[in-house]
């Protein structure tokens, strides 16, 4: 039988906990990268955010970055980021926030170069005050939707479940804009929409997997640690999981590679590669951070440590009995300083 059907059927018994030193260093690599990024490259900021002018205009006459950023520090726009489009065949300027007639003059100077009519060319201005309003809100939205991710997961299941629920949601997070970091490429509100996308997405993929831990402890908890339940619950849902990842990944995939990179179509690719990035990391970090941090920390709990040691006593063929369970979780007597342990106190005759 292939992995494939074994996977397909639930048949697989990989250790996802016992691995768990394994998976957290691949997600420790990735957020160091992340966070070497964010310190040397910083998020390349849209006008939407930072506030600015951008001016987009086509290029018969095939100017060159050089002519182009000239010709807008000429026009008093200094500091001028300059895009190229469809290898060459139209351009974008963006600057920092500058006057009218600044902008004006702008306008002129690169229809000029680029041999354009200044009215055929589009301008888009966006104030600073505006910006940051726009960069508050983003920030709100996310916060709000991480909150509420945070009250529905500790309703419908538990608030370590939630916990862990959290973590994950903000390593997809921090991963994201990290690959944004490291290629630089723009950020703007369709980038926001797409994040709490991926972040929805990824709840849904986390939710499933605790789901059939909730299941599984309702029917097996006699016979399994919650390591084993954990365990167990991710070989049966993995099948799902990968194929909702890679069903989603595909059309994705076509829309960052071929429509945004191989025809151009420029505007989708700052939403295609959130969308991308986030689902990849939304299903690793369901299935290989969540569910394993989640069992490291009810393992801790005094209810499952004392269920382990019953499992642990029926293995070895001793009773387990009530007495056995208290002494199990009660802790030892401490002995007195010379030794001796505390006798009771001895019946006065009246």
């Known amino acids: 039988m292939s992995l494939y059907q074994r996977i397909s059927r639930g048949e697989t018994t990989i250790d996802f906990v016992g691995l768990r030193r394994r998976w957290f260093a691949i997600s420790a690599v990735f ?7 964010f310190a040397f490259r910083q998020l390349n900021l849209g006008i939407e955010f930072e506030g600015g002018v951008a001016i987009q205009a086509d290029n018969p006459a095939g100017a ?17 980021r300059v895009l190229l489009i469809n290898d060459g065949e139209a351009i974008r300027v963006e600057t920092p926030p500058v006057d009218g007639d600044t902008e004006q003059r702008l306008v002129e100077a690169i229809a000029e170069v680029t041999g354009t009519d ?24 996310l916060g709000v939707f991480l909150l509420a991710a945070a009250i529905f997961i500790s309703f419908r299941l538990e608030w370590k479940m939630a916990g862990a629920g ?32 991926i972040l929805g997405y990824s709840l849904y993929d986390t939710v499933v997997v605790f789901d059939k831990v909730e299941e599984l402890e309702s029917e097996l908890t006699r016979e399994m ?30 829309l ?49 440590i004392d269920h382990r040691l019953r499992i642990e006593r029926r293995a070895a063929g001793l009773p387990v009995t009530d007495r056995s369970r208290r002494r199990a979780s009660a802790p030892a007597a401490m002995p007195l300083s010379g030794g001796a342990r505390p006798r009771p106190p001895r019946k006065r005759n009246r």
């Open 31 to 37: 957020l160091t990268v992340a966070g070497i990024a």
């Open 64 to 80: 060159e970055v050089s002519e182009i950023r000239q010709a807008a520090t000429s026009a008093g726009a200094g500091g001028a």
């Open 118 to 141: 200044p009215a055929d060319n589009s301008r888009e201005s966006v104030g600073p005050t505006f910006g940051n309003l726009v960069a508050r809100q983003a920030v709100i939205a």
């Open 166 to 197: 959290m973590v994950a949601l903000i390593h997809d997070l921090f991963i994201t804009l990290g690959v944004y970091a490291i290629t630089g490429f723009e950020v703007t509100p369709a980038t926001v929409v797409a994040l709490l996308t």
């Open 225 to 254: 640690t919650y390591t084993d339940l954990v365990n167990r619950s991710m070989n049966l849902v993995l099948a799902r999981s990968l194929n909702t990842s890679l069903t989603s990944l595909l059309p994705v995939g076509s």
């Open 256 to 304: 960052l590679f071929v429509g945004s990179i191989l025809l151009g179509a420029a505007s989708l690719r700052d939403f295609a590669l959130a969308l991308f990035v986030g689902i990849a990391s939304g299903t690793y970090s369901s299935i290989f951070v969540a569910a394993p941090l989640l069992a490291v920390w009810k393992e801790k709990d005094q209810e499952w």
